[in-house]
């Protein structure tokens, strides 16, 4: 099975797929890229923007997980509120999570797997819940 690993870090759930897979890792931040390949030698790493990678190659893959970063959707962004009563501006949520929901949701054949905190906001797309994340995914 050919697996794509956006956002993969260090490589925490790559654990759970074994090594009979052709994985692809896609990690922006080159020290932690290495670190990855470290512990995953047979994976392919790409240096680069994740949500740009699967725009681009997303039908090249029969499984993707993502798991792109969470601070602006998170519910600790949204005890923010005290910083922005004192003057500080407000951010808006990273909504390149959404894309990537729909994106896979209406595009992709294969099986996928969206994964984020909890928001402080109420989803726009129904996730399912377990513990302090929330899942989207077609199985």
Known sequence: MKILNLYCGIGCNRHLW?????????????????????FFPKDEMIIG????YLLKYFKLYDFIWSSPPCPTH???NNLNYIKIEQGQKPKYPDMRLYEEIVLLKH?????????????YYEPLYP?????????WANF
């Open 18 to 38: 074994g090594d009979e897979h052709d994985i692809t890792g896609v990690e922006l931040n080159p020290q932690i890229a290495k670190i990855y390949q470290d």
């Open 49 to 52: 923007d994740a949500h740009e």
């Open 74 to 76: 998170s519910r600790m």
């Open 107 to 119: 595009w992709f054949k294969g099986k996928y797997c969206v994964e984020n905190v909890i928001g």
């Open 127 to 135: 996730p399912q819940q377990s513990n302090n994340h929330y899942f």
